[in-house]
């Protein structure tokens, strides 16, 4: 499984960005695909994750009403919505797959290699 994920850059607070992500190879049936992010010095922290069937979502209480999850199974694709957002938002943002529903980061199998989003003050 591969993972690609695209759409950081430089943006000013109060602007948006959409991150998106595809999935290539042998992905998982029904998988859930989640967004994470760690800023320099900081842990790894989970910022939103989604169901197959999008029934299910997952959005870290720093991100809520800012960010929105989505996916389009048919593009095997996940997208990551970020409104309104605040220096503190700057972190390299990585996608990742697992078997099933979870926001923990140790349960995700796959993980793409991240890209840099920065929000200047």
């Known amino acids: 499984v591969q993972l690609q994920a695209s759409g950081g850059g430089l943006v000013q607070a109060g602007g948006s960005l959409r991150l998106s992500c595809g999935a290539s190879?042998?992905?998982?049936?029904?998988?859930?695909m989640g967004w994470f992010r760690q800023a320099p010095g900081r842990d790894r922290e989970a910022v939103a994750a989604?169901?197959?069937?999008?029934?299910?979502?997952y959005y870290a209480d720093s991100v809520k009403d800012r960010f929105t999850i989505s996916r389009d199974n048919a593009k095997n694709t996940v997208y990551l919505q970020m409104n309104s957002l605040k220096p503190e938002d700057t972190a390299v943002y990585y996608c990742?797959?697992?078997?099933?529903?979870?926001?923990?980061?140790?349960?995700?199998?796959?993980w793409g290699q991240g890209t840099l989003v920065t929000v200047s003050s």
């Open positions: 990742a797959i697992a078997r099933y529903y979870t926001y923990q980061g140790s349960e995700y199998d796959y």
């Open positions: 190879g042998r992905t998982f049936s029904r998988a859930t």
């Open positions: 989604i169901s197959w069937s999008s029934y299910s979502r």
